[in-house]
């Protein structure tokens, strides 16, 4: 887990609550970056993976037959395992091609998608990744860097929900109600 100390610096460091922080973390990843069995959480995007595809010049309809729960043209969640099966989604996936389907996944405890690594200053998503397996303050680090690299510390900053929720996690976030959510963990937060 992310230490209080680890929390303090870098809310002091960038002029942010730290509950603020801690609300993300909460929401996207139940406040750990790993599984039980110490693996990075994960949520595969069937829908990215198709993006992904396309950029390499692989036609995904040639692949989705017999795959429509890890390959689909538009968003949606009724394909999700969640918790350690959505490594056998990835793990299908890369069946496919490896780079796009890492690249298809959110990671850690911040739940920051692979095809941001090389915005992020990694050579690739498999760089990324085995940064992100170093540890959790490692997870925290590069959070700040996605918002950042985003200019989404002011939202944080100011508690703009809706505008961070937007910046975060695209035009969807009203439908999965995502700025409610951080709105509702920052007060939690804010009362310990």
């Avoid at 922080?21 to 599984?35: D, L, M, Q, S, Y």
């Avoid at 510390?153 to 995502?178: C, T, V």
Wanted: glycine letters at 8%.
């Amino acid at each position: 887990m992310i230490t209080e100390k680890q929390y303090s610096q870098i809310a002091q460091e960038q002029n942010i609550e730290v509950a603020a922080i801690k609300a993300v973390n909460e929401v996207e990843a139940r406040g750990k970056a790993t599984f039980k069995d110490g693996s990075l959480k994960i949520l595969f995007e069937g829908h990215v993976f198709w993006r992904e595809l396309k950029k390499k010049g692989i036609d995904p309809k040639d692949h989705v037959q017999g795959k429509e729960d890890i390959l689909y043209e538009d968003w949606t969640s009724k394909h999700y395992q969640g918790g350690l099966a959505e490594y056998d989604r990835l793990k299908r996936a890369i069946e496919i091609d490896e780079e796009a389907a890492m690249r298809s996944c959110s990671w850690g405890a911040f739940q920051i998608m692979g095809f941001h690594a090389e915005k992020l200053g990694f050579k690739d998503v498999f760089d990324f990744v085995s940064f992100l397996r170093t540890g959790e303050f490692q997870n925290l680090q590069m959070f700040i860097k996605y918002c950042e690299v985003n200019n989404l510390l002011r939202h944080l900053r100011s508690k703009n929900w809706k505008a961070f929720a937007r910046g975060y996690n695209g035009p969807g976030y009203a439908q999965n109600r995502y700025d409610i959510k951080l709105e509702s963990a920052y007060i939690g937060f804010k009362k310990q």
